[in-house]
């Protein structure tokens, strides 16, 4: 079994950043990907970012490219999503989310939430105007 245990959420002002945490423990393969996801009221669970343990590979949704940062710490098993320059349509719970594959998967694979086996409890973070 996998636990993931989010951090770092709050209310923010427009332009302003947040950094989240997210500390895995239990078992961890080579192969462990790691993904963040968000959902707003009354929409539907989206992709944001994912990183790759074991090969360093990000992947991001169009919408945070240039603004959000996935990273890792390996020592900690730990993974944060840095967010700058914030603005109201980040305005969700996000969702931390782990994938325990032993192969190698192409970019596809890390945006879908079915392919992830673990996940958290969530974090909300405001972003007000």
């Known amino acids: 079994q996998v636990q993931l245990v989010e951090s770092g959420g709050g209310l923010v002002q427009a332009g302003g950043s947040l950094r989240l945490s997210c500390a895995a423990s239990g078992r961890t393969f080579s192969n462990y990907a790691m993904g963040w996801f968000r959902q707003a009221p009354g929409k539907e669970r989206e992709f944001v970012a994912a990183?790759?343990?074991?090969?360093?590979?990000?992947y991001y949704t169009d919408s945070v490219k240039g603004r959000f940062t996935i990273s890792r710490d390996n020592a900690k098993n730990t993974v944060y999503l840095q967010m700058n320059v914030l603005n109201p349509e980040d305005t969700a719970v996000y969702y931390c989310?782990?994938?325990?594959?032993?192969?190698?998967?192409?970019?596809?694979?890390?945006?879908?939430?079915?392919?992830?086996?673990?996940w958290g409890q969530g974090t909300q973070v405001t972003v007000s105007s």
């Open positions: 989310a782990a994938a325990l594959k032993p192969g190698t998967y192409g970019s596809s694979s890390y945006t879908k939430g079915s392919w992830y086996n673990y």
């Open positions: 990183i790759s343990w074991s090969g360093g590979s990000t």
